[in-house]
Structure formats: structure tokens, C-alpha cells
């Protein structure tokens, strides 16, 4: 089955400006989370969505925000970029449990990378 | 605060050896996964670790899991140059709900060198 895809691929922006990415899960997939990965502080977590509603939210600036849709794909928004938001930005989906049910591991996208000048 | 350490950050070793890398953890968990990103690529997923004393092997990697220690190993064995890649350990921690968060800390990763 298709893979996580994402787009744009590539995007260059300028400080001020906002961006939105776009992320599609695995078909059967509801839960989407979102990474940020730099060279310097490596892979972060931003925020899981499942449902449509935003279930666990990493330590980033409220600048970052994102969505999720009822088909399951989700966007991200960064609205006054800064230098340093640039950055892969990494979508993964998975099967959310609620009970304690094995879980299926998260598979990620190709990412966007972001660079803002 | 959850921190994931991995160890070494870089590893260059020759084909046809042995190596472990190694991944601590500070909080109580019982998921771990291991991914592999190859330079300007996404994560692939390579072992999901469940439970204590799960191993799991897939060709030359095998990957183990001692939750009591909050350490995890990806052992080497025989390595080839297509190894050569940068390799990740994430921890789920445990939600006080149960269940899973997905919201996967991630160590600093180990860059593999597999010289011929």
C-alpha cells in the first residue's frame, strides 16, 4: 500500500513569512504526528494528531500549530518564520491504540525540507 | 525531563566486524524502536520493541531490549558497506493513561561507517 507523503518537498521562505505543510497517512491510518529535525538539535517532536483533535504537543513555540482532517491527513503551520525553523520537517502516521493493544510502529514520510532565509 | 543517549555518536568500522551501539533511556518505558536514515532520506523503521527481553534480528541487525536496565542494544554482526547510514533509537514513554503516546523521543543517532 502507498506509503506517508508529504508536500511540498522543498520550500525556501523568507523570515516573517508563513508556510503550511501537507502530510497524507497510510490509508487505515488515523494518527499523524510531526518532527522537526535540525543538525543541531536533532529529531523533536512537535505535535500527534488523531481524530482530528490534538493529542500530545511537544515544547515548540505557539507559532507552530497543525490540523487534522477528517479523511486523517493533517497540515502544519508556521506562521513568522524564523532562521531557525529551518529544518526536515518529518510527518509519521501509525495505528493509535487507546487500550493497551501492540502497536504498530510510526513510518514516516520524505519530509519537507524548509529553508528560511 | 526524558532523555534518550546513544552510544557512540560516530562508529567507523570495517566490513566483516562485529559492533553494538547502545541506547539508555532515563524514563520508564516499555517501546523502543530503532530506525535508519540514510543521508538527505526519511526514517525507515527497522525493530519495534514491546516488551522486556524482546529481541527481535532482521539480516545482520539484531535488536534487544532490557527495560529494567532502560537500555536498548542494535548489534552488528558481520557488517557491509550498505549498513553505512545513521541509526536512531526513540522511546515511547509510558502515558499515565496506558496505552501509547506516539510521541517518540528520539536519541542523537549513530553515524555508521562501514569501511571496505
Known amino acids: 500500500k502507498a506509503g506517508v507523503t508529504q508536500t511540498p518537498r522543498y520550500l525556501i521562505k523568507t523570515r516573517g513569512q508563513q508556510v503550511t505543510l501537507s502530510c497524507s497517512p497510510i490509508?487505515?491510518?488515523?494518527?499523524v504526528s510531526w518532527y522537526q529535525q535540525t543538525p543541531g538539535q536533532g529529531l523533536q517532536f512537535l505535535f500527534e494528531?488523531?481524530?482530528?483533535?490534538?493529542?500530545n504537543k511537544g515544547n515548540f513555540p505557539g507559532r507552530f500549530s497543525g490540523r487534522q482532517f477528517s479523511n486523517s491527513r493533517s497540515e502544519m503551520n508556521v506562521s513568522t518564520l524564523e532562521l531557525g525553523d529551518s529544518a526536515l520537517y518529518l510527518c509519521?502516521?501509525?495505528?493509535?491504540?487507546?487500550?493497551?493493544?501492540?502497536?504498530?510502529?510510526?513510518?514516516f514520510g520524505p519530509g519537507t525540507r524548509l529553508l528560511v532565509l | 525531563e526524558l532523555k534518550v543517549e546513544q552510544n557512540p555518536l560516530f562508529l567507523s568500522m570495517q566490513e566483516g566486524k562485529n559492533y553494538t551501539i547502545y541506547c539508555n533511556y532515563s524514563t520508564t518505558s516499555d517501546r523502543l524502536y530503532w530506525y535508519r536514515q540514510d543521508p538527505g532520506k526519511s526514517l525507515e523503521s527497522l525493530f519495534v520493541?514491546?516488551?522486556?527481553?524482546a529481541v527481535k534480528q532482521e539480516g545482520r541487525l539484531m535488536a534487544s531490549l532490557d527495560t529494567k536496565a532502560r537500555l536498548s542494544t542494535l548489534h552488528i554482526t558481520a557488517a557491509v558497506h550498505d549498513l553505512s547510514a545513521t541509526y536512531f533509537c526513540?522511546?515511547?514513554?509510558?502515558?499515565?493513561?496506558?496505552?501509547?503516546?506516539?510521541?517518540?523521543?528520539f536519541g542523537t543517532g549513530t553515524l555508521l561507517a562501514v569501511q571496505p
Open positions: 490509508s487505515g491510518h488515523r494518527s
Open positions: 526513540a522511546v515511547d514513554p509510558l502515558p499515565t493513561y496506558g496505552g501509547a503516546t506516539n510521541k517518540l523521543i
Open positions: 520493541l514491546l516488551s522486556n527481553g
Open positions: 494528531y488523531f481524530s482530528e483533535t490534538q493529542r
Open positions: 509519521a502516521s501509525s495505528l493509535r491504540v487507546v487500550d493497551r493493544i501492540i502497536q504498530e510502529t510510526q513510518y
